[in-house]
């Protein structure tokens, strides 16, 4: 009888510690793979954010505009990374916040926009698609069983033409 329960520790020790084992690892292997995920997306988060600051910047640098209209700018934001605002409504805008607005600089303005824009629909792209692989690796099996953190990567696209259409730049 005594033979049988140390056969019977012996078996399950030779089979349940491998297993252990190999959970352990692939679970050290599937955390690590989410955290790679999470940071990549904060990153993009960043910068994405960012663009938002670095396009008023510029404009207020190079328009001479006041910080005072910023508010007017969050309106107009939107419309300049999509595409959809007109040469004669942004150069309006910046007329009526400031006159004395340089007509030189409209050209180098709005490469410069346009470089950003290429920029944001870039990274919110590669943002779309960190979510859809953090969904996968979420939902996969063993993954799921062994991920420690099981929130969702959040985040809200604004939408652009791209993102409306399947239009690229």
Known sequence: MIGWIILLIILATMFLLPIGIV????????????????DEAEAHRKILEGTYDYIWNNIKQRTG???????SFNNIYPDLLNKSIDNEN?????????IDFDPQEYKPLLELI?????????HQIRMENLIREH???LSGKPAKW????????????????????????
């Open 23 to 38: 959970a352990h690892f692939l679970s050290v292997h599937y955390n690590r793979q989410d955290k790679q995920l999470r």
């Open 65 to 71: 505009i006041r910080e005072e209209y910023r508010r």
């Open 90 to 98: 942004f150069i309006n805008w910046i007329l009526d916040c400031n």
């Open 114 to 122: 346009i470089m950003a824009r290429e920029k944001f629909v870039f």
């Open 135 to 137: 969904r996968v690796l």
């Open 146 to 169: 062994l991920i420690r953190d099981k929130s969702a990567i959040v985040y809200v696209p604004m939408e652009t033409d791209y993102t409306r259409w399947g239009r690229s730049i």
